[in-house]
């Protein structure tokens, strides 16, 4: 079997996302900030357009809003942008419980 570089990316991708997701209200607005910038900055860089978009919409909405519930909505859609790319390949779903209310500055 030959390793797909691509799919190295997209596994990447996931685990930044399902590792905020999972930090549920304990990451700080900077760090979570960069790392969306990272997510943004790597999905340009392999054009996944759609990820690159959401992540670029979810920085926007951090700036005028703050942190709030909007950060699980936009890591599920991301989340699910990158599973769309993934070929024939099944993503487990990250159970989401509960939504985010207050993220620390």
Do not use: C, K, N, W
């Not at 997701?21 to 760090?31: I, K, L, N, T, Y």
């Not at 790392?35 to 992540?55: K, P």
């Not at 703050?66 to 699980?72: D, H, L, Q, T």
């Amino acid at each position: 079997m030959r390793h797909d570089p691509m799919l190295a990316i997209l596994a990447d991708l996931l685990r930044r996302v399902d590792g905020l997701a999972g930090e549920r209200g304990h990451v700080s607005v900077p760090r979570l900030r960069d790392e969306i910038d990272q997510i943004r900055h790597v999905a340009r860089a392999f054009h996944i357009d759609s990820v690159e978009g959401l992540a670029g919409t979810l920085q926007s909405a951090l700036l005028l809003q703050g942190a709030g519930p909007v950060i699980m909505s936009y890591l599920d859609l991301m989340r699910e942008a990158i599973a769309a790319e993934l070929p024939d390949a099944q993503v487990i779903p990250m159970p989401v419980t509960a939504s985010v209310t207050h993220l620390p500055a």
